[in-house]
């Protein structure tokens, strides 16, 4: 039987499948997001920046590639949980809040780490 994806093994592949100017913007926002979740700002206030950075500043075009990676990382989160499925959406401050946690920090600062180590290592 073969084991489910882990949501870091899930945003790892959806970032390769990208182009390479997708790929550098989706890093350089999460990168934004990296920042905004190592500050000093309360939990609401980190969780409306994010949603700032990956949602309200973004093009039509960019939110169509980011919202299909939040929906790759946090389908089941969302859905799993029930409570937060409106933020699936992007009118929800769920999945913002979500980000603005330690779990969600952890999770970006392992995914970039672990996409950078494998950009290097396939190189």
Known sequence: MRKPKSNLEKGLNYIS?????????????LKKVKEVQSSDLTTKQKAKEIKRIMWSDQSTSNKLFIGAFLGAITGLFIFGTGGIGIAALGTGVGVWGWLATAAGGSFIASLIQNYENKEKNDK
């Open 17 to 29: 499948k990208l182009s390479s100017s997708k790929k550098e913007k989706l890093m350089a926002t």
